[in-house]
């Protein structure tokens, strides 16, 4: 089935430590997000790819830093991780024809120690 | 900016009851609104979504819901309560990104338990 795998599921890291998140997807969709949701919040989305172009939400801190090599891959590059950065870490795609559904991945559960 | 309200922290309902998921939007122009749902350990799965149209929409699992302009609310219903509906449901409010895709704000979701 085509989907959106998020690795890994869980993820410990020391406080100023860097850590990457993966995101790949199998259904060739275009734009690829990412949201950060902390106990009990919304989620909140960090920025965006449309194809190769990056577009970042006025609030994302810049600490959060992301990569797309690829159609298929999309990283969360946090350089220096706080107590604050403990989080579920959505990632979501959606294609250009239907932009409207966002499909979403299990999500990255961020423990920073 | 947009801003979706979800008033009920936690609802608890018993199997076979009806359903009735409250959320309040607050957006400058024509809202494109959805309903998604967190199982736990799972990503978010959407359950339906209003654009225009019928005011009243179907979904996936039997939800459906109800976008009435006048109360800038959209709430989400089910008939008859299963206990496979035990999750977290998010409202949502979609705004069209520059060169595709929607950015989604959220409200922070309520909590739905079943009692057998």
């Known amino acids: 089935d085509a989907m959106v795998i998020q690795n890994p599921r869980y993820q410990v890291t020391q406080f100023g430590k860097p850590v990457t998140l993966s995101c790949s997807q199998t259904?060739?969709?275009?734009?690829m997000y990412w949201y950060q949701q902390k106990s009990s919040q919304a989620p909140k989305l960090l920025f965006h790819?449309?194809?190769?172009?990056?577009?970042n939400e006025a609030d994302t801190p810049d600490n959060f830093q992301s990569r797309r090599p690829n159609t298929s891959f999309c990283f969360l590059d946090i350089r220096s991780p706080g107590l604050g950065d403990a989080a579920m870490y959505l990632c979501?795609?959606?294609?250009?024809?239907?932009?409207?559904?966002?499909?979403f991945g299990p999500g990255t559960r961020l423990t920073v120690l | 900016a947009q801003s979706v309200t979800q008033p009920d922290i936690h609802i608890t309902v018993s199997e076979g009851a009806s359903l009735e998921l409250r959320c309040n939007y607050s957006?400058?122009?024509?809202?494109?609104l959805f309903w998604y749902v967190q199982s736990p350990g799972q990503g978010l799965q959407l359950l339906l979504k209003y654009f225009s149209g019928d005011t009243l929409v179907q979904g996936i699992k039997g939800f459906e819901a109800e976008f009435k302009r006048s109360q800038s609310s959209f709430n989400l219903r089910k008939p008859s309560v299963h206990w496979s509906d035990a999750a977290e449901y998010f409202c949502a409010v979609g705004t069209i990104l520059t060169g595709g895709g929607n950015k989604l704000t959220f409200g922070t979701g309520t909590q739905l338990k079943v009692e057998l």
């Open positions: 790819y449309y194809d190769k172009d990056f577009n």
């Open positions: 957006y400058g122009a024509t809202p494109y």
């Open positions: 979501a795609t959606s294609a250009r024809t239907s932009w409207h559904e966002q499909f």
């Open positions: 259904l060739n969709h275009n734009v």
